[in-house]
T-cell receptor
Framework: GIQVEQSPPDLILQEGANSTLRCNFS?????LQWFHQNPWGQLINLFY???GTKQNGRLSATTVATERYSLLYISSSQTTDSGVYFC????????FGTGTRLQVFP | DTGVSQNPRHKITKRGQNVTFRCDPI?????LYWYRQTLGQGPEFLTY????????KSRLLSDRFSAERPKGSFSTLEIQRTEQGDSAMYLC??????????FGSGTRLTVV
């Protein structure tokens, strides 16, 4: 099956810093999504991005499907950005990576 | 559109008891998925339905687990004779084929 690797596994930032999260996947995919899981366990969809670049406020994402990776950029981080960020790719079903745990301190 | 709804939010049960969870997907979505997430891990696929047909089941879904989606609307996930290893967050998602997945808030199961 498709393998999904995320890096770094943990990230600690001070408020205001920028960061880049990476997702590598092992095969061609039909879909790629980035999620933020809040402390209550809710998975919040950030981007549906099988290819190209999208931006939403302080967040943006780029997927280079031919090279099998995606990047999530967080600019001017805030404490509310803390949580776990998951990349998930779909062949015939959505497969999740192990996540990046982000902690943003004031 | 009120999103994907899951009930209950939390369930504590004694080992050996049966439990049932419910998921109400987004009404226009024809695909419904169940995932399980344990502490420190990403969600793992359990099973999915297209309309009322169950199209795939993971090897994680032992004989004690059964899922149904009567009439292609809401779905239920039942766990019989629960074990402590079943303690996890159970997540439901829905999608249109070829579209993004929307997840519910999950049901957190604790088996004591």
């Amino acid at each position: 099956g498709i393998q999904v690797e995320q890096s770094p596994p943990d990230l600690i930032l001070q408020e205001g810093a920028n960061s880049t999260l990476r997702c590598n996947f092992s095969d061609s995919v039909n879909n790629l999504q980035w999620f933020h899981q809040n402390p209550w366990g809710q998975l919040i969809n950030l981007f549906y991005i099988p290819s190209g670049t999208k931006q939403n406020g302080r967040l943006s994402a780029t997927t280079v499907a031919t090279e099998r990776y995606s990047l999530l950029y967080i600019s001017s981080s805030q404490t509310t950005d803390s949580g776990v960020y998951f990349c998930a790719v779909e062949g015939d079903k959505l497969i999740f990576g192990t996540g990046t745990r982000l902690q943003v301190f004031p | 559109d009120t999103g994907v709804s899951q009930n209950p939010r939390h369930k504590i049960t004694k080992r050996g008891q049966n439990v049932t969870f419910r998921c109400d997907p987004i009404s226009e979505h024809n695909r419904l998925y169940w995932y399980r997430q344990t502490l420190g891990q990403g969600p793992e696929f359990l099973t999915y339905f297209q309309n009322e047909a169950q199209l795939e089941k993971s090897r994680l879904l032992s004989d004690r687990f059964s899922a149904e989606r009567p009439k292609g609307s809401f779905s239920t996930l039942e766990i019989q004779r629960t074990e402590q290893g079943d303690s996890a967050m159970y997540l439901c998602a829905s999608s249109l084929r070829g579209g993004g997945y929307t997840f519910g808030s999950g049901t957190r199961l604790t088996v004591v």
